[in-house]
């Protein structure tokens, strides 16, 4: 009992000296970030073997070309604002699914999908931007850890270890790392995604507004967005994603001060 407290206590200290670059929110991570980008790793090249990889050259070197330049220039950002450790050890892949799913989502360490149902939405390289650099605002930000740390403490109601959890209850824990990683959802953690998806969508703007791309994309690319889905959209209680109206609005209000602060 006396561990459990001393490694609880620790926990908590972890948690304080956590936050988000840029944004500084206080974030819960009870993983160490090693950890989660080898369970990212697996949990990434588990779902490119299940899935049939797109053969487009001139869409894949697409993704590939903004991709780069936007990492480029956050990896710059970060080095020069005393955050190079942060990334350090992040392996960028990206890769393009055949599916008509409109989707696209990264994983810690820099494991990152676009669904070619998303890409007719990607009208520019500015649009691909908008969506890439939120992916990488999601890694970056450290978002899967943080779902995954609202999850243990959700099932198990305390602080217990990732490698204590694969050994006594692995498909649980399984299940945990898909969820937290964006391969499903809960309930009970849907106000902590929609927290993170504006997070990712300011932080966003920001890193691709770094590379030079229009963050006035960003609002564009949401309005196409509304418009192919015919204005439906699930209630917000139920959605992980802001209210599109509510997302767009933020984005404009949001490109100014992107191009003030960041732009080239």
Request: glycine share 8%; aromatic share 8%; hydrophobic share 45%.
């Amino acid at each position: 009992m006396i561990r459990r407290a001393l490694f609880f206590l620790l926990l908590l200290v972890m948690v304080a000296c956590s936050t988000v670059p840029i944004t500084g929110r206080k974030q819960l991570t009870l993983i160490p970030a090693a950890t989660m980008m080898s369970l990212a790793n697996d949990q990434y090249q588990q779902t490119l073997g299940e899935s049939k990889l797109s053969k487009d050259q001139g869409e894949i070197q697409r993704l590939r070309r903004v991709g780069d330049k936007i990492i480029q220039s956050v990896d710059t950002y970060m080095s020069a604002n005393g955050m190079a450790d942060r990334i350090a050890d992040y392996k960028w892949e990206i890769n393009l699914i055949e599916s008509d799913q409109v989707n696209a989502w990264a994983m810690p360490g820099g494991k990152i999908a676009f669904y070619t149902g998303i890409m007719p939405l990607c009208t520019s390289d500015d649009a691909i931007a908008v969506v890439m650099s939120h992916e990488i605002a999601h890694a970056l930000a450290g978002h899967g850890g943080e779902r995954m740390s609202q999850s243990i403490f959700a099932q198990y109601g305390s602080a217990i270890a990732v490698e204590v959890l694969l050994a006594e209850k692995p498909q649980a824990t399984k299940s945990i790392i898909a969820t937290a990683l964006g391969v499903g959802s809960t309930l009970g953690i849907l106000a902590f995604s929609r927290l993170h998806e504006s997070e990712a969508d300011e932080l966003g703007l920001y890193f691709m507004t770094m590379a030079g791309y229009d963050p006035y994309e960003g609002a564009k690319f949401w309005e196409r967005m509304s418009a192919k889905s015919g204005g439906q959209a699930p209630p917000k209680l139920l959605s992980t994603h802001p209210p599109t109206q509510d997302r767009i609005a933020n984005l404009n209000r949001l490109a100014p001060i992107a191009i003030e602060k960041y732009g080239k």
